[in-house]
């Protein structure tokens, strides 16, 4: 598995972003896939997840409503759309792949992780 996330850029409150990531490696669709974020002064949180399958997705309760994840087995990418962004969205978002089922959204479950995007939301 190797990820690389791309999509991160400036935008004012309340408009949209779609970040993406890439995986180059042959089993992108055995691995649930999560995006999860991180500022200087936070530790990296859980943002979103979606299950191998596409069946199942989980959102943190901050970002419920207004982001959406999603992704293409057949591209090997899985997405996060972004919709009315808040200043306090802003943060170098990651993602990450993970063997377990769920999708999990506990950091220590992703084994594999992209090199991150920033997302910075002007208010």
């Known amino acids: 598995v190797q990820l690389q996330a791309f999509g991160g850029g400036l935008v004012h409150s309340g408009g949209s972003l779609r970040l993406s990531c890439a995986d180059s490696?042959?089993?992108?669709?055995?691995?649930?896939m999560g995006w999860f974020r991180q500022t200087p002064t936070r530790e990296r949180e859980f943002v979103a997840a979606i299950s191998y399958t596409v069946t199942s997705t989980r959102y943190a309760d901050s970002v419920k409503g207004r982001f959406t994840i999603s992704r293409d087995n057949a591209e090997n990418t899985v997405y996060l759309q972004m919709n009315s962004l808040k200043p306090e969205d802003t943060a170098l978002y990651y993602c990450?792949?993970?063997?377990?089922?769920?999708?999990?959204?506990?950091?220590?479950?992703?084994?594999?992780w992209g090199q991150g995007t920033l997302v910075t939301v002007s208010s």
């Open positions: 490696g042959v089993t992108f669709s055995r691995y649930s």
């Open positions: 990450a792949a993970a063997l377990a089922g769920g999708p999990p959204n506990i950091r220590s479950e992703y084994g594999y």
